[in-house]
């Protein structure tokens, strides 16, 4: 039988295995620009959390109205390439500080407000998540002042195929 199906994976049409990897080529590519953009806007558009907290400090509704724009114009480019299973993944982010397990939980936490925040204003719950990341992933290392500190404290918005 294995010997079988890798005769019948020879014959395979060579243009239809030139289609596959084109297509898987062209999918990543928008990934990738997709995902720039998420980035910058994410960076663009962070809201605050109080000290130790999962709760959001005042001025952030027009950040997330921002997120909102670029997840739904992010959406349009993948419906129209007709990729349908995608994910949008909010990571939460936190500085080497304190205890790691605290930590990994609390950026848990602050992820999964900003997934309810961006749901609560149009986000469709089944395209999104939220993950936490504690500080496994720093943009700044060390973080030994208090501005490297608080740009390790972020969130990240991506979209997975």
């Not at 297509?23 to 720039?36: D, M, P, R, S, Y």
């Not at 749901?119 to 469709?124: F, K, L």
């Not at 720093?138 to 973080?143: E, F, I, L, M, S």
């Not at 002042?145 to 991506?158: G, I, S």
Request: charged letters at 30%.
């Amino acid at each position: 039988m294995p010997v079988l199906l890798a005769l019948l994976a020879l014959l395979q049409n060579p243009w239809d295995i030139a289609k596959g990897a084109a297509g898987k080529a062209t999918t990543q590519k928008l990934e990738q620009q997709i995902n720039q953009r998420l980035l910058s806007e994410s960076r663009k558009n962070q809201c605050s959390f109080k000290t130790d907290t999962d709760v959001l400090e005042k001025g952030c509704d027009q950040k997330l109205r921002n997120m909102v724009t670029a997840l739904i114009d992010s959406k349009k480019q993948l419906n129209s390439a007709n990729l349908q299973n995608f994910k949008f993944e909010v990571s939460g982010h936190t500085d080497s500080s304190g205890n790691a397990a605290h930590n990994k939980d609390l950026s848990q936490k602050r992820a999964q407000v900003i997934v309810k925040e961006l749901i609560a204003r149009g986000v469709p719950e089944k395209e999104i998540v939220a993950v936490g990341k504690g500080s496994e992933a720093p943009v700044v290392k060390p973080d030994d002042t208090p501005a490297k500190k608080a740009r390790n404290r972020r969130y990240e918005v991506r979209v997975r195929l």
